[in-house]
């Protein structure tokens, strides 16, 4: 058992205990990921109802509520715990201003796939940067440290990144998102990946 699953498991240990400290030390280094989990999942439908940092304050309510209950003892039950708690939420706010009438469990199946593809994009996003922190995967679970990461590239290196590598769009699609010529969007692109490559090998030989 490596360090972050033996630091995963005492935690779980406690804050299922309902140790409000526990609690944070535990799911607060998991909300950059599920901020960008529930953005690329959010229909523009919704902009101005609700957003990704409204989406992911409740699934982690809803994991601190619901952590006695969770059976799971590794980092990686974990991730899969949260993602069915945040497909749950982005399904109740959908029905909720989309009116639907009835709880749709086939949609929040869907959701949850949906969900674990996005994660196996930000893993795929490790070879478009060249790079394999293995060092800090081996205490983190990839996933989880590159959504860390991109959170903390300037915004326009991030949008291109997103945009690109996991909503998969064409560099046509992206500069007429961002309002920039294709050209600029190309050399944009190249410029946040050697950001990223840069800040993951930063992480690594920390």
Same mark, same amino acid.
């Given at each position: 058992?490596?360090?972050?699953?033996?630091?995963?498991?005492?935690?779980?240990?406690?804050?299922?205990?309902?140790?409000?400290?526990?609690?944070?030390?535990?799911?607060?280094?998991?909300?950059?990921?599920?901020?960008?989990?529930?953005?690329?999942?959010?229909?523009?439908?919704?902009?101005?109802?609700?957003?990704?940092?409204?989406?992911?304050?409740?699934?982690?309510?809803?994991?601190?509520?619901?952590?006695?209950?969770?059976?799971?003892?590794?980092?990686?039950?974990?991730?899969?715990?949260?993602?069915?708690?945040?497909?749950?939420?982005?399904?109740?706010?959908?029905?909720?201003?989309?009116?639907?009438?009835?709880?749709?469990?086939?949609?929040? *199946?869907?959701?949850?796939?949906?969900?674990?593809?996005?994660?196996?994009?930000?893993?795929?996003?490790?070879?478009?940067?060249?790079?394999?922190?293995?060092?800090?995967?081996?205490?983190?679970?990839?996933?989880?440290?590159?959504?860390?990461?991109?959170?903390?590239?300037?915004?326009?290196?991030?949008? *291109?990144?997103?945009?690109?590598?996991?909503?998969?769009?064409?560099?046509?699609?992206?500069?007429?998102?961002?309002?920039?010529?294709?050209?600029?969007?190309?050399?944009?692109?190249?410029?946040?990946?050697?950001?990223?490559?840069?800040?993951?090998?930063?992480?690594?030989?920390?």
């Amino acid at each position: 058992m490596n360090e972050t699953s033996r630091s995963v498991a005492r935690l779980l240990e406690d804050a299922k205990r309902r140790d409000g400290l526990a609690q944070g030390k535990l799911l607060d280094p998991y909300r950059p990921w599920l901020q960008l989990l529930a953005r690329l999942q959010l229909d523009s439908r919704f902009q101005g109802k609700f957003d990704a940092s409204d989406i992911v304050q409740q699934t982690l309510l809803e994991a601190c509520r619901d952590l006695p209950r969770f059976r799971g003892q590794t980092e990686l039950e974990l991730l899969a715990w949260l993602r069915k708690i945040l497909a749950h939420v982005i399904a109740h706010e959908v029905r909720r201003y989309g009116r639907a009438e009835k709880r749709d469990v086939a949609h929040e *199946v869907s959701l949850e796939q949906a969900l674990a593809q996005s994660s196996r994009r930000l893993g795929n996003l490790l070879a478009a940067s060249g790079t394999s922190p293995s060092h800090q995967a081996a205490r983190r679970e990839q996933e989880v440290l590159l959504a860390e990461v991109l959170a903390q590239l300037p915004q326009d290196y991030r949008d *291109v990144i997103i945009l690109r590598n996991l909503e998969g769009l064409a560099h046509e699609q992206i500069a007429d998102r961002m309002g920039r010529s294709v050209g600029a969007v190309r050399m944009l692109w190249v410029r946040a990946l050697e950001r990223l490559r840069k800040e993951l090998d930063r992480c690594d030989s920390a």
